[in-house]
């Protein structure tokens, strides 16, 4: 079938296979029908890695099980098919949250761990490999391995942020955080330009358990990178309004589990139901939209936010990526270290201003210390991501800008990445060649490939 990623850019024909039970991803393998395979979850991955242009994807979402959970330290066991999405609709109203999350729920557990998603509190807690205790990993031998960062180690490190290239991740145990309600007190703070963002940023994150802002991808002069900051931390029930401070006669758990007294809000949700003509979202119409959302936004201090709106504003509206239209977008996501990110941020920011494109979708955010995944993104420093339709000519400006985030001492995110080429990314990621070491001794035979490995030559 023809598939693509959430970018709908590029769309490869692949061989699907959905296995239901685990063993029938180990007896799919065995099978050798395909001459290579890789994992796929929700497919939110923006471009080519979890495609495998006329060979086998591995779709997981059928093995969405929860298989235990501990409720003394939040410790859940589940398939890899499971979705951050499912796991929160069990566990918020019994007080548990995702310790790390991306700004979708519609990610697999396998997906989370091969891309080592980063949230809004990556300058607190890193990654979501931190929060893994353990995982099964089918390895192309048909071994199955329990990897963590006791056993198996270096196969561990690898598999975090290895977009699928050691094996299918079968189950996970991952730690969930618990929380008193489903609320954030969020603090917006209007930047004017780029340099208020990062030094208030810079001054007061550590504050907040989360941090984000939306950026103005199209101002230029002196109100370039303009910005919403929207910072918070997790409401206690006590400090919320009476009206949604649930009481009940049992004021506590009742048998399932379910806390009488957490309030989940719920919300709306739109459907997408054709494609947008392509060239709808142009350089008119996105500045007139950052203009409004600019000038609707003030500073202020300790808004309730329900957590739907504040970690997921996007999944309101399914299938938003057809706003794109057919020829669909990229998402340029760039992580730029401390020292020399402010310069990287103010060049890549003025070169989009000039191009006479137009990022819809423009997020700025600080990252905390790097994480032990050797192809894992966050470093220490800022990260930006800019939604850029497929127009022509796309391709060599993408490299154009992946001239200057080397040139900044950055990289690319591979969950996002469409375009990159094969020389840059391993100037990037100077962890590779540990990577391919591993890659190489559990899987000489090239079992596992993707189109975004043979594009970067991931595996060598
Ligand atoms: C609206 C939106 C917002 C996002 N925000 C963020 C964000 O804030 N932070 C962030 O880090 N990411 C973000 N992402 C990216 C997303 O979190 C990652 O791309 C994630 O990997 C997608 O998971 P998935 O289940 O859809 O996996 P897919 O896209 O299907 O696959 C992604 C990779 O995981 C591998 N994989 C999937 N399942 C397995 C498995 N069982 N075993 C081994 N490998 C597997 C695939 O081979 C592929 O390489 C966002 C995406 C969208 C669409």
């Not at 519609?106 to 990654?127: L, Y």
């Not at 690898?158 to 145990?173: C, F």
Request: net charge positive; glycine share 10%; aromatic share 10%.
């Amino acid at each position: 079938m023809s598939l693509s990623g959430w970018g709908r850019y590029p769309v490869e024909s692949c061989h699907v296979f959905r296995p239901e039970k685990r063993s029938e991803v180990a007896a799919t393998l065995a099978s050798g029908l395909q001459s290579s395979y890789i994992a796929r979850g929700l497919g939110r991955s923006y471009g080519d890695a979890a495609l495998n242009e006329n060979a086998g994807v591995m779709w997981q979402v059928l093995l969405n099980r929860f298989l235990s959970f501990d409720h003394s330290t939040g410790v859940l066991e589940c398939e890899s098919g499971a979705s951050l999405a499912e796991i929160i609709e069990y566990f918020l109203p019994r007080g548990w949250f995702l310790p790390v999350t991306p700004g979708t729920k519609f990610v697999t557990m396998g997906g989370a761990i091969a891309a080592d998603i980063h949230g809004k509190n990556h300058h607190k807690e890193g990654s979501f490999s931190n929060f893994i205790l353990d995982f099964r990993l089918l390895t192309p031998s048909g071994e199955v391995l329990l990897c963590s960062p006791d056993a198996h180690a270096d196969i561990f490190w690898a598999t975090v942020g290895g977009m699928g290239l050691t094996g299918i991740i079968l189950n996970a145990r991952l730690r969930l955080r618990q929380v008193d309600s489903a609320y954030v007190f969020v603090d917006f703070h209007k930047a004017p330009n780029l340099e208020d963002a990062l030094e208030t940023m810079d001054a007061s994150d550590e504050r907040y358990d989360y941090s984000v802002a939306w950026i103005d991808g199209i101002a230029t002069g002196k109100t370039m990178g303009r910005s919403i900051l929207m910072r918070g931390n997790h409401a206690p029930a006590a400090e919320l309004p009476a009206r949604l401070r649930k009481s009940h006669p049992a004021n506590g758990n009742s048998q399932s589990g379910v806390r009488n007294d957490l309030s989940i809000p719920t919300h709306p949700r739109w459907n997408l139901f054709m494609d947008f003509p392509s060239g709808a979202l142009n350089r008119l119409t996105v500045k007139a939209f950052n203009t409004a959302y600019y000038a609707v936004h003030h500073t202020v201090p300790r808004e309730l936010v329900g957590f739907e709106k504040f970690f997921y504003p996007l999944d309101a509206i399914n299938q938003w990526n057809r706003m794109y239209g057919k020829r669909g977008f990229v998402q340029y996501q760039i992580a730029l270290p401390q020292a020399s990110g402010r310069a990287g941020l103010r060049t890549i920011l003025d070169r989009l201003a000039r191009s006479g494109r137009a990022s819809f979708l423009a997020v700025l955010k600080r990252f905390g210390d790097a994480g032990g995944g050797l192809l894992s993104f966050p470093m220490r420093g800022y990260t930006l991501a800019l939604d850029i339709p497929a127009a022509r000519g796309l391709v060599p400006f993408l490299h154009e800008l992946d001239r200057m985030t080397l040139d900044h001492g950055g990289r690319i995110y591979l969950a996002k990445d469409a375009a990159l080429q094969a020389g840059d990314f391993a100037a990037m990621y100077p962890r590779l060649e540990s990577f391919r070491a591993i890659q190489r001794k559990l899987d000489p035979n090239r079992v596992f490939s993707s189109s975004m490995a043979r594009r970067l030559r991931i595996v060598d």
